[in-house]
């Protein structure tokens, strides 16, 4: 299974950005799909999570702003950002699991991995 993301680049903030990520050798409706960040000096960290069975969950930094969503017919699942901060700046990854619901905060459950697109967030 392959997963690439698309769609970073320069924001000012308060603006929007669209992330998507294309899943290719692979059936979408098999996996929980998660969205991951990483500033600059700091760890990679939760940002999303959509689940086959139609869970979602955000981390509270990102709540009411991020949206996750996916089309499993098109193998594709988006990250829309809105009202976006200097403090989103970071890689944006996007990643697959199997694991059940309660640990997709947790990368290490995550056994695919899109390289990174990067989010700027500049005044």
Do not use: H
């Not at 970073?8 to 929980?32: E, F, H, I, K, M």
């Not at 990102?62 to 499993?72: A, E, H, L, Q, Y």
């Not at 944006?92 to 459950?109: H, I, N, P």
């Amino acid at each position: 299974v392959q997963l690439q993301a698309f769609g970073g680049g320069l924001v000012q903030p308060g603006g929007s950005l669209a992330l998507s990520c294309a899943v290719a050798g692979g059936n979408l409706r098999r996996y929980t799909m998660g969205w991951f960040r990483q500033a600059p000096g700091k760890e990679r960290e939760f940002v999303a999570a959509s689940g086959w069975s139609g869970n979602i969950k955000y981390t509270d930094a990102v709540k009411g702003r991020f949206t996750i969503s996916r089309d499993n017919a098109k193998n594709t699942v988006w990250l829309q950002m809105n009202s976006l901060k200097p403090e989103d700046t970071a890689a944006y990854s996007c990643a697959a699991t199997t694991t059940v619901w309660g640990w997709v905060r947790e990368e290490d459950v995550y056994i695919y991995w899109g390289q990174g697109t990067l989010v700027t967030v500049f005044s």
